[in-house]
């Protein structure tokens, strides 16, 4: 169920629900307006698009950019931002658009790359689908870049979410922050066939049911139980029971990468906690002092 969501390739749940989220290469970039529905999320993957075009002073990417809606947000996925920092300036100063970077599961120098994506003004996006990563010392390094750099502008995730869920005592979890959105999430396939996704809308026994339904069908149905219960089943791992971050990872790392050695992600976790007893007390003294 897991894999299914990782590996999805058409496009991906979203935090909205009836709203459309895709995984497109940059050369189908002008395909987001055919759809229906609106597309809150485009992932972009690929060789990034260089260079100008006859007579057309701005970049190709910026270009293609400018194709797509306004308030989208866009994650662009590569291993060397330095080509999205050359090519993109003036596409982040005038469009209203919300640009990621997602770096590359295979990155090789993660580190070199975070910091250079980060220190240009893209926030950064871990991806989850690398265990190598999540088990890499190399995290540690980037959790001390988004504490400590003091020009660093921009979050990255998941330590910003974590770090925020910590100071609100919200209860987020890295599973909600991972997978809390399914059950929320509907896709709608072209023959207005509503599911998680398009794989799973072309598959009776996983249909919700129809785009004229209401959503409260959608939800009584039996694919969105069953749904539900895979999700569950995940959660409850039992190599979890006794580790001391599962109210705060929720599972979510062995649900993806059910051999990973979580320890550097527990690592981060507790020094994140720290972070946030630090900045809570740093936030209490600053108000008793406005008191005072
Ligand atoms: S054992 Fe790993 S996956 Fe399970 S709660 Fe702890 S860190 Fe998360």
């Not at 590359?104 to 950064?124: F, I």
């Not at 959503?215 to 539900?228: F, G, K, N, Y």
């Not at 979510?252 to 550097?264: E, G, Q, Y």
Request: hydrophobic share 40%; charged share 20%.
């Amino acid at each position: 169920m897991t894999a299914h969501l990782v590996d999805c390739s058409c496009m991906e749940p979203d935090a909205s629900w009836g709203q459309v989220a895709l995984r497109i290469p940059w050369s189908e970039v002008g395909a987001v307006q055919s759809f229906a529905v609106p597309v809150r999320l485009v992932r972009l993957s690929g060789e990034l698009p260089t260079g100008h075009r006859d007579g057309d002073d701005s970049s190709e990417m910026s270009r293609l950019l400018g194709q797509l809606p306004a308030g989208i947000r866009i994650i662009v996925t590569g291993e060397h931002p330095a080509g999205l920092v050359s090519e993109l300036p003036r596409a982040m100063e005038s469009e209203h658009k919300n640009l990621w970077f997602e770096v590359s599961g295979e990155a090789k120098d993660l580190v070199a790359t975070v910091r250079q994506a980060g220190l240009s003004g893209w926030p950064v996006l871990l991806p989850r689908d690398s265990a190598a990563l999540w088990q890499s010392p190399d995290l540690l390094d980037l959790l001390d870049l988004y504490l400590f750099e003091e020009t660093l502008q921009v979050p990255i995730e998941p330590f910003h979410s974590m770090l925020v869920s910590l100071l609100s005592r919200s209860g987020r979890t890295l599973w909600n922050m991972w997978f809390g959105w399914p059950l929320d999430f509907f896709f709608i396939d072209e023959d207005h066939h509503v599911s998680l996704c398009a794989s799973w809308a072309s598959d009776s026994n996983r249909c919700y049911g129809s785009a004229t339904d209401s959503v409260s069908v959608w939800r009584a149905s039996e694919a969105h139980d069953s749904l539900a219960a895979m999700l569950d089943e995940r959660k409850s791992c039992s190599d979890c029971e006794s580790c001391p971050i599962r109210h705060l990872c929720g599972g979510a790392l062995r649900a993806v990468h059910s051999d990973v050695d979580c320890s550097t992600w527990v690592e981060i976790v507790e020094r994140l906690r720290l972070a946030a007893a630090a900045l809570g007390r740093t936030a209490g003294d600053r108000n008793h002092g406005n008191q005072s």
